[in-house]
Every structure is written in C-alpha cells, then in structure tokens.
C-alpha cells in the first residue's frame, strides 16, 4: 500500500472517534514520532503544528487532561 493509500485510511478511520479516543491517537503518533525521529517533525504538517493553532480554552483544556498524568499513568 502506497503511503497516500495508508494515510487515507487512516485519516478515514479517525473521523468518527470521539475526542477523548482522537487524543490518544494523537499521543501514540507523537510517541511514534518520538522513537523514530531524532529531528524534529516538520512544522508545516504535526501535531505539534495543530496543538499550536488551539485557542486559549482549548489549551487549558488539553492542559488540564494532563494534570496527574504520571500519577494516573505511570510507565512500566
């Protein structure tokens, strides 16, 4: 399967998720992205991109989803 054809299908897959499982999708490609990429992702097309174009509520409120989080969710 050609690149295009996997993002296509993935970007199809996504679009009837709910916010809360689009965030964990979001997590495991900046984790991916992370493992992989010793440069830093292309600005013109990331989720870091993305999170940067959030307005102030929406910050606060992805902010918020982190409060606790390696208490919650502490690495094995």
């Known amino acids: 399967m050609k690149t295009l054809n996997f993002q296509k299908a993935i970007i199809d897959a996504l679009k009837d998720l709910p916010q809360e499982k689009l965030k964990e999708v979001a997590d495991f490609i900046s984790s991916i992205r ?3 990429f010793s440069k830093k992702p292309d600005s013109q097309n990331s ?3 993305y999170v ?3 307005s102030d509520n929406e910050t606060k409120h992805l902010e918020e989803e982190f409060v606790d989080y390696k208490k919650l969710y502490p690495r094995e």
Do not use: G, P, R, T
């Open 47 to 49: 989720i870091y991109k």
């Open 34 to 36: 992370q493992k992989n």
């Open 52 to 54: 940067s174009e959030l």
